[in-house]
Each structure stands twice: as C-alpha cells, then as structure tokens.
C-alpha cells in the first residue's frame, strides 16, 4: 500500500496493534488450550451425590411451647452441627470401613437447605460414584438416628415436665375443700375449675409429645436418584484455561506494544507518529514516482522541503532523485538530502531554512531516537509533512540505477523542461549584461580618475 494513513482513534491504533502482534495472542490461546487439555486428563475428577430429606414434625398441629422446644423448621447452624458431629460420623465412619475415617467424612461432606424451611439436603464428594452414594446414604441415616434421638430424648423431657405438673394440680385439686356459703349450703371450691382447664390443656400437650418417638425426619430423594456432578469438569476447565491463555496473550502484546524498541511496519509508523506514511509502490520500474508525486501534490510550493534520510541506504539516491523530479513539477526547488545519522545539532542547522521536512526510515529504525527527533523538529517549528517506509531489508536494486537525465526527461514533461531551460537562459544573458555593464562602469571610473591626476599634476607643473 502507497499511502498509511494516520489512525483515526484508539480504537484503530488498537486494532492495528492486535493484527501486529495476533502471533502472541494465538501462543497465549495456544499455550492455554493445552494446558487446559493436560489439565482436564491429569487432574483427578470427584463425584458427588446428595439425599434430600424432610425434617417435618409428624404433630400437624403443634403446640407453642412444643414448636418453640422441637422446632417444627429447620435451623442450618443446629442441623449441620448435628450432621457433622462426631456422633454421627463415627457411626458412619465405622460403617464404611476400607480405612475410612470422620475426618475424612467431615471434610468431603456438605450440609444445606433453608433456614426456617423443612428440607435438609447432605451431600458427599468421593473419588468414585458409588462411594459417594454409600457415604451420603450413610451419613443420612446416621443423622437421621441421631436427630431421633435428640428429639426423643427432648419429647421425653417436656413430657416429664407436662406430668409433673399433671400430678401437681391433681393432688392440689384433691386436697381441695368445699366452700360453705352464708346459708350454709356446701359448694364446689373455684380452684377446682382452674386446676380441671389447666389439667386438660396438659393432657393435650402430652398427646401431642407422642408421635416425636417414631421420626424425626424421612429421606425423600436417595443419594442414588441424586444426579452426578464431577469436578472438575473437563470442559470447564479447558475452556478456562483457554480464555486464561487468551487473556495471557493481550497481556503480551500490550507489553510488546509498549516495549518495542524497533520499527517493525508502516502502520506501526503511522500510529506512533500519527502522520501519514509512504512506501514505495511494488511491481512498477520506478518505485517511488506514485508516492513522491502525490506528496509534491501536498506539500505547498512556497516552502523548501528537506529530505531527512539514512545517507548510507541503498534506495536514498533514488528517492531523492525521483521526489526532486517530482516537486519539479509543481514547481517546488529540489529538497535538500540531510544525513539522519548526524550528530543533532549538526541535523537541526541543516534544517534551519527550511519550514517542511519529510522523514524516511528502514525496518528496525530505533523509535526512540526518532521520537527525539520528532520532538525536536516540533520544537523549533518544523513541520513533518509526512513520514517514507523505505522497507523491510536492506538491498541494492537489482536493475541498473538510470541516469539521471534519462530519469528527468521521463518524470519531467518536456514543455515544461522548455520553458524551464529558457527561462534560465534568459536569466544568465540578464546576468551576463549586468555583468557587462558594472565592468564598463567600473572602467569609466578609473578613466575619469585617472584623468584627474593628470590635470592635478599638470597644473602644479605650470605653478612651478
């Protein structure tokens, strides 16, 4: 392409990097597919299965005092407590056997459900399939045992407590004597009614104490119809890593975006610089004539125009040559062919009479000391009119370099070359008359004073 023009915003410059760099981003994408891959084969996979059990209390309708005591919802904190306890995983633990231990239990083991609700799900994670469905079954009925028991051994003391005071009140309503009125006729006591309505409400409260002795809970999902999760998935983990990688790659193309300390393009150029960047044009006999020939275009012929180039490359003559035919055309004197190689200031006094420069570098050009010369340039007012990609190697053309008559009288048109050679002839026989008449002033002068020395000397002649 002739003409790079600058980006047009972060998001382009952006792009343009990723397209520079897309090799880093398909290593990254690379490296952490097959990872993910070695991954997903050598790290071992787990099982899991789950029960899922109701807690309900078998009484339908609970007293207050029963439902405050026995709870008729669940409690997360007590449940997993109970499930986790040493009670209930040395049972299961023994059970189990093949050297399998409570702690072991306790950390592969998960408790949940609803606070305040009545489902309580145990889940086991294991090696296998079928040891987490032997452990989660187990574990399950272990809890389920316990729960049991701890509500029986509840029920039992709130029942105690309710024929305590059953036995209390009956022997208070016993001892009891009837009241005898003013007339003297024998009544009942009025304790004697308060005691019979709080007996009944008792006797209520015992009856419903009795069914806490069957369950305290029913597995409603076994850990066998429980579905099959196993972790890590391979899938999952594949595609982590993959995006991993991926994100590993940007990383390091902002990395090498920033770091870079070579040229490696003209888009590079073009967004580093943020001005417009000609290369050669390929395929054609001459190279550089489309791009210099729109950059004379360009470039207001008012102003002189310097070249600022490696003077050692093997395509500077040829640029230079051909931009020179160029901004003929237009009209614009020949640029000025400044060596980028020089010491700065030697550089910057060579560019002091002119206002516009174009600056020409090579694949692997330092940026740094381009960015410094492009500051400096804008420092002292210089206007870069443009940037030239001279390529990616550095060779010799392979045909013979043309004359550079030849090259002028292909890139000149030939009126415009008339005109041009006669008005410098007429400007050299301006210059010759010019030069012909300062002589003969000149001559006149000396004529005259040297006539004047003669009348000088021979009128003291005549005195003496």
Known sequence: MILTPPPAGGQQILRHALARRWTSIVAGTVAGLVVGVAAAFAVPSSHSAAVSMTVTSPSPTPAPAVRASLSNTTDMVTEQGIAKSAAVLDVVAARLGNGVTAEELRSNVEVSGDTNGTIVKIEYVAPTRQQAVDAADAIANAYLTERTALVEQRADEM???????????????????????????????????????????????????????????????????????????????????????????????????????????????????????????????????????????????????????????????????????????????????????????????????????????????????????????????????????LGDQVAAPVSAPTAPAQAAEVIVPTDEAREQSSEAAQAEQAEKAEDEKVK??????????????ESKASSKKGKK
């Not at 003969?440 to 020395?453: G, H, I, L, Q």
Request: zero cysteines; hydrophobic letters at 45%; a negative charge.
């Open 159 to 389: 029942a105690a407590g309710v024929n305590e005071q059953i036995q209390a009140l009956e022997t208070e309503l016993a001892s009891l004597q009837p009241v005898v009125d003013e007339d003297g006729n024998t009544k009942d006591n009025p304790r004697a009614a308060e005691i019979r309505t709080e007996l009944t409400k008792l006797a209520k409260d015992a009856e419903q104490l009795a069914p806490y002795h069957a369950t305290a809970g029913r597995v409603i999902t076994p850990a066998a119809s429980s579905s099959d999760e196993v972790s890590p998935s391979k899938l999952r983990l594949i595609l982590i890593t993959t995006v991993v990688g991926v994100f590993a790659g940007l990383v390091l193309v902002l990395i090498r975006e920033t770091r870079s300390r070579s040229l490696i393009s003209s888009t590079q150029l073009a967004d580093l610089t943020a001005l417009p960047v000609w290369s050669a044009e390929e395929g054609v006999p001459e190279p550089w004539l489309a791009p210099t020939r729109m950059l004379a275009m360009a470039i207001d012929r008012d102003h002189w125009v310097d070249l600022i180039v490696d003077a050692s490359d093997p395509q500077a003559r040829d640029l230079h040559r051909v931009l020179s035919a160029s901004l003929a055309e237009t009209r614009v004197p020949a640029p000025r062919l400044i060596d980028i190689n020089q010491p700065l200031a030697s550089l910057l006094d060579e560019v002091r009479p002119s206002r516009h420069v174009l600056v020409a570098v090579r694949k692997g050009h330092d940026l740094k000391k381009l960015h410094h010369l492009l500051d400096e340039l804008a420092i002292i007012n210089r206007e870069v009119n443009g940037m030239i990609y």
């Open 440 to 453: 003969e002033e000149k001559a006149d002068s000396k004529k005259a004073v040297s006539k004047k020395a």
